[in-house]
């Protein structure tokens, strides 16, 4: 069964910090990993990686995945009060036939909230 | 910007009534997803949808659970008899290749 784990569950900073969420996940056959940011109802998508190594990057925020290690980092800089909200983790994988319909298995979520 | 888009935004039911949540996913997409996510719980998959057929669908989707796209835009989830554990927040997803799923805003189902 694949299986995403994020870490840390929660986060309080203050406006202007760094932080960075972790994303470990167990996956047969990885296709590829998502963020996600969560604030009152719908994810909204951040990144899609699929490559080891290779940074995504818009605006404050950017992510990398490591394949080999099976993990992922989100980091936010120069935080905002904005950037409260849960963020999420999910893989999506290939089945036995070779042949991925998208289906994303999610973490369960870091919260992160932003005081100024 | 095109959006995936649900109703309604809330429904209430009784134990045992059957239900139908609607979704409009992005118009020139191919692949569509129910998920659900009990509150403080995670987004879990419930079924996709490819070439007018569910491709996959997870142990939660049973018997008591339909997808159906009855024209070319709608995407409807139907819960034959809810039950108190089917309240949950419901999103409708779409792809285009499988890939970067947009979320609707979903729907929040509450059984009493």
């Known amino acids: 069964e694949d299986k995403v784990v994020q870490s840390p569950l929660s986060l309080v900073v203050h406006e202007g910090d760094t932080v960075t969420l972790n994303c470990s996940y167990e996956?047969?056959?990885?296709?590829?990993l998502l963020w996600y940011k969560q604030e009152k109802k719908a994810p909204t998508f951040l990144f899609m990686l699929?490559?080891?190594?290779i940074e995504k990057k818009s605006g404050r925020l950017s992510s990398i995945l490591d394949k080999k290690e099976l993990f992922s980092i989100l980091n936010i800089t120069a935080t905002q009060t904005g950037d409260s909200a849960v963020y999420l983790c999910?893989?999506?994988?290939?089945?036995?036939?070779?042949?991925?319909?998208?289906?994303?298995?999610f973490g369960q979520g870091t919260i992160l909230t932003v005081h100024p | 910007e095109p959006e995936v888009t649900q109703t309604p935004s809330h429904q209430v039911t009784q134990m045992g009534q059957e239900v139908i949540l609607r979704c409009v996913p992005i118009?020139?997409?191919?692949?569509f997803y129910w998920y659900r996510q009990i509150l403080g719980q995670k987004v879990e998959f419930l079924v996709s949808?490819?070439?007018?057929?569910?491709?996959?669908k997870s142990e939660i989707f049973d018997d008591q659970f339909s997808v159906e796209r009855p024209d070319g835009s709608n995407f409807t989830l139907k819960i034959r008899s809810t039950k108190l554990e089917d309240s949950a927040m419901y999103f409708c997803?779409?792809?285009?290749?499988?890939?970067?799923?947009?979320f609707g805003q979903g729907t929040r189902l509450t059984v009493v």
């Open positions: 999910a893989v999506a994988a290939f089945n036995a036939g070779g042949t991925s319909y998208g289906k994303l298995t």
């Open positions: 949808f490819y070439n007018n057929e569910i491709s996959e």
């Open positions: 699929t490559s080891s190594g």
């Open positions: 997803a779409s792809t285009w290749l499988g890939l970067q799923a947009f």
């Open positions: 118009s020139n997409h191919l692949y």
């Open positions: 996956v047969t056959n990885f296709r590829s």
